[in-house]
Structure formats: structure tokens, C-alpha cells
């Protein structure tokens, strides 16, 4: 089992904290340090603000030497694919060859209004229409040309320039779609994610991934299933899910709360149901004690 890191900067965290975060993580023994993209905070907290996910992870990526670094996910509304290939494959040329892209359709309306950025009301075909076009982009065979005619999007005669260094860059299609989610992980994702729902929708959207796979072909164990939850263990839980303005006990239920063992029992559980990867999400960056105990009290035993 591979567990990750995945912190939410939005909540007013630095790239010094972040940093730090990452730093621990690596030293620990996670497999990697995954954030969030959000330039708005959904809770009220205020601090230093929103920071750019592709720019603090191409500076972690430098200061940092074994663990992986992703977006868990970056919103398709954000960035133009082909701007956002350039900045991924940059990102993994800086780290050595670490970086993973989660990739969203983006959700959070109030935050494209606050900076201006345009928030359509069908964004799938979007959505699509960018996979397609970043995976095209890095496929595409040093010499040739890529071009592409879609409806959101319109490529001609690109160089396809610059190539990450792993090829593939693993994707990560996360959601809750039934139907067309599923479906673009099986045609464009090394991985697919689903977070913050219960163990029965979990079920339900693993196995449709699966039979996605199976529609068109594909081994469906060539596809990573993930989970990200919200994480609160060991001394100290109760105030920090309390900090993330939950009950304590509704949280300990819902996601990965209470003792060691019952992470580490929880844990096994999503294995059961086909999870080969955790997210824990600690939410806050610069909370490094959170860290410190989830790699002493969980993770050598998962």
C-alpha cells in the first residue's frame, strides 16, 4: 500500500511551510507529496493565500530528491493544456522524472470569481477535450508535429515541445461520475482517484473503472485506484478534526480519525476494496507533528 501526503495550501500556508511539509514526508518514507489547486479557501481562515501549484511544486522538486509531487487535482478551467504540458513537463524535468498530473474539471464556482477566470457551466468537453490534448502533446514523437481541432481547443503544426522526462507522466482522472469518468480514466489515466465518500461509492466507482478498462480493452490492473480522506490521528485527533470544523466522532466514521490502529484497521479495509494507494489529507502544510505521526504509528505498518 502507498500512502501520500495531500495538503490543502489554500487554507493560508507558505511555500517555506509547504516545503517543510514536503521535506518530512520525503524523510519519513511517504511515497509522495501531493496539494491541492485552489486559489479560495472553502473554510474561514485567512493567512498568506493562495500559492501556485505547479510553481511550488517545481521549486519542492528541486529541494527534494526521492519523493513523488502532483496536483490532487488541478482544475482544466485553470490553464491552457498546452501551457499546462509545458509546465508539467518542466516540473519533471526539474525533479528528476517525479511529478504526477491529477486532473479535474473544476468545481469551486466562488474562487474563479474572485480572480476572474471564466467558469462555464458544462465543463466535461473541456475536460476531455484538455487529456487529450496534454497526453497528445507528450506522445508526440521528437521531430514531428502535433495538431488538433476541437471545440474548446485548436492546436496547428506544434513541435510538441518540451517532453517530460518519464514517458508516460502518470495521470490521475479523479470524480464521482458514473458514467463519463470512469470512462476517461480507462482511455487517458495510469490512476484513477475517488475521495471524501463512503465505502459503498467507493465500491461502486471502482468497479465501473474496471469494466470502462475492460470496454475497450484495456487491463484494468494497469489502473492505480486511490483514495484521498481527510486524516486525524493519534494524540491530539479530536482538536484537529475539530480544526477542519468536524464532530470528532462523525469524522473518525466518515474518514481516517481516532487511534493508530484504527487508521491502520481503516486503511486495510480500502484495501479490501481494491486501493493500492492512500491519500492522507492533513490539510494544513505546516502541521508537521500530524505528519510526524502518521509516519511512526501507521505507516510502517501498512
Request: hydrophobic share 40%.
Amino acid at each position: 500500500m502507498d500512502l501520500r501526503i495531500f495538503v490543502e495550501p489554500q487554507n493560508g500556508s507558505t511555500y517555506d511551510e509547504q516545503l517543510a511539509c514536503a521535506q518530512t514526508a520525503e524523510r519519513l518514507g511517504f511515497d509522495a507529496f501531493f496539494r491541492s489547486d485552489h486559489l479560495l479557501s472553502m473554510a474561514d481562515t485567512h493567512g498568506a493565500g493562495p500559492t501556485e501549484s505547479w510553481l511550488t511544486l517545481g521549486a519542492i522538486a528541486r529541494e527534494t530528491r526521492r519523493i513523488r509531487l502532483g496536483t490532487m487535482v488541478s482544475s482544466a478551467t485553470f490553464r491552457h493544456p498546452s501551457m499546462l504540458a509545458i509546465t508539467v513537463a518542466q516540473a519533471d524535468a526539474m525533479s528528476g522524472g517525479r511529478v504526477e498530473l491529477g486532473l479535474g474539471t473544476g468545481w469551486f464556482e466562488a474562487e474563479h470569481a474572485a480572480y476572474g477566470i471564466p467558469f462555464p457551466p458544462k465543463r466535461f468537453g473541456l475536460f476531455e477535450e484538455q487529456l487529450e490534448v496534454i497526453t497528445g502533446l507528450w506522445s508526440t514523437p521528437i521531430g514531428e508535429r502535433f495538431s488538433y481541432s476541437g471545440e474548446h481547443y485548436e492546436l496547428t503544426d506544434s513541435p510538441a515541445l518540451p517532453k517530460p522526462v518519464q514517458s508516460p507522466v502518470p495521470v490521475i482522472v479523479g470524480g464521482g461520475g458514473a458514467r463519463r469518468t470512469p470512462e476517461l480514466a480507462a482511455r487517458f489515466a495510469s490512476e484513477y482517484n475517488i475521495g471524501f465518500v463512503d465505502e459503498g461509492r467507493i465500491t461502486e466507482q471502482f468497479g465501473r473503472v474496471r469494466a470502462a478498462a475492460e470496454a475497450i480493452g484495456r487491463d484494468p490492473e494497469s489502473i492505480v485506484l486511490s483514495v484521498a480522506l481527510p486524516t486525524a490521528v493519534g494524540d491530539g485527533w479530536e482538536a484537529r478534526a475539530r480544526r477542519l470544523g468536524a464532530d470528532p466522532e462523525t469524522f473518525r466514521e466518515q474518514n481516517i480519525g481516532g487511534t493508530a490502529q484504527e487508521a491502520i484497521d481503516k486503511i486495510g479495509r480500502l484495501g479490501e476494496l481494491g486501493a493500492s494507494r492512500i491519500y492522507l489529507q492533513t490539510v494544513i502544510p505546516s502541521d508537521l507533528e500530524a505528519v510526524e505521526i502518521l509516519g511512526a504509528e501507521v505507516l510502517p505498518h501498512v
